[in-house]
């Protein structure tokens, strides 16, 4: 407990914002944005980063005057458009909203081509979203609980399938697995939609999704949604138990959504950034569309969110090292 105490307070130290001058940042934050803003989106277009990207850069068009552009760089767990970040002119003219892979991924790889605490500053909090444990219609199970019993009952028969080793849908199974001791094998993909379409078809019998990702198959009654990951039932989705509830004991995961900048930028122009998503996270519509993703909006100062992602960074990542887990 010690050690990890030690190591949460390490990795906030590294996320100290960085010095910038005052009189240059105030002049650029008072202009800012004076051309279009490039948003970097590290998933697939049509993914949860994607459809929050669009919908809040919409917004945010409307109230900076400028459009902000998503551009979507999937590869290798976000760290491509990762690094796309890091080496972007720290002006605020390039941007990124990531989920909680960015904590993730720190542990999953020995070297990177970018330094996730030094290199990236973490700006607005947008919200968080349990994911759903679903399964394929031919496994023979009604509710979670039959799900854990089956899957005790016959170890290695269960293939679960991700975006890839080290996904957001590897890494969360794989604590699970080893907090209720079953044997499940994983199947990684390219990307969690060729993943689905198997899931579908009875090839993989279970994945761990974002509720946007997989509420249409659900209410298709092409997917069986067992439970959600969260500490507290989804609004999304009521009538399904937490994982908790269900006996998957100390296992919690609701991956937060947020805008992050390249280290250095200004902080006057981080401040903008900030204060203008909070703004648009207001917007009745903007809000209820995200609701409707199955995503808890919240506001929060800049400095809780990069407290949230430090945390996190460590946390997750002395859970990753402990179980092994290697990125592609």
Do not use: C
Not at 45 to 55: K, M, Q
Not at 272 to 291: F, G
Not at 302 to 324: E, H, M, N, Y
């Amino acid at each position: 407990m010690r050690f990890k105490k030690i190591a949460a307070l390490a990795a906030m130290a590294l996320w100290l914002p960085l010095g910038a001058s005052a009189q240059g940042g105030d002049a650029a934050a008072a202009s800012y944005p004076s051309k279009p803003v490039t948003v970097l989106a590290p998933f697939a277009a049509g993914g949860t980063v994607d459809i929050i990207a669009r919908l809040v850069g919409h917004k945010l068009a409307l109230d900076l005057g400028q459009s902000f552009v998503v551009d979507n760089r999937g590869g290798a767990g976000g760290t491509i458009a990762t690094a796309m970040l890091a080496r972007a002119a720290p002006d605020g003219y390039t941007v990124m909203v990531q989920h909680m892979g960015l904590a993730f991924n720190a542990g999953l790889y020995d070297k990177l081509p970018f330094d996730t605490a030094r290199d990236i500053r973490p700006v607005a909090y947008i919200g968080a979203t349990p994911n759903v444990l679903v399964v394929s219609k031919s496994l023979p199970v009604k509710s979670a609980a039959e799900f854990l019993a089956y899957a005790k009952a016959n170890p290695g028969k269960i293939n679960y399938g991700s975006g890839g080793v080290g996904s957001a849908g590897h890494v969360p199974m794989a604590v699970m697995s080893s907090i209720t001791g079953l044997k499940m094998q994983h199947v990684p993909y390219k990307g969690s939609g060729p993943a689905i379409v198997d899931l579908m078809s009875g090839q993989i019998q279970a994945m761990l999704l974002t509720i946007p990702a997989v509420m249409p198959f659900i209410q298709q009654g092409q997917l069986r949604a067992l439970a959600t990951s969260g500490a507290k039932r989804s609004p999304a989705l009521p009538e399904l138990p937490t994982l908790e509830e269900v006996g998957v004991k100390q296992f919690e995961y609701e991956p937060w959504y947020g805008y992050f900048v390249p280290a250095g930028t200004p902080p006057a122009v981080q401040q903008k950034l900030h204060d203008a998503v909070n703004k648009a996270l207001q917007d009745p519509e903007i809000a209820s569309k995200l609701r409707e993703q199955g995503l808890e909006v919240k506001s929060m100062s800049q400095q809780q969110f990069v407290d949230i992602v430090a945390r996190d960074t460590a946390t997750w990542g002395a859970k990753i090292k402990s179980l092994g887990l290697r990125g592609e």
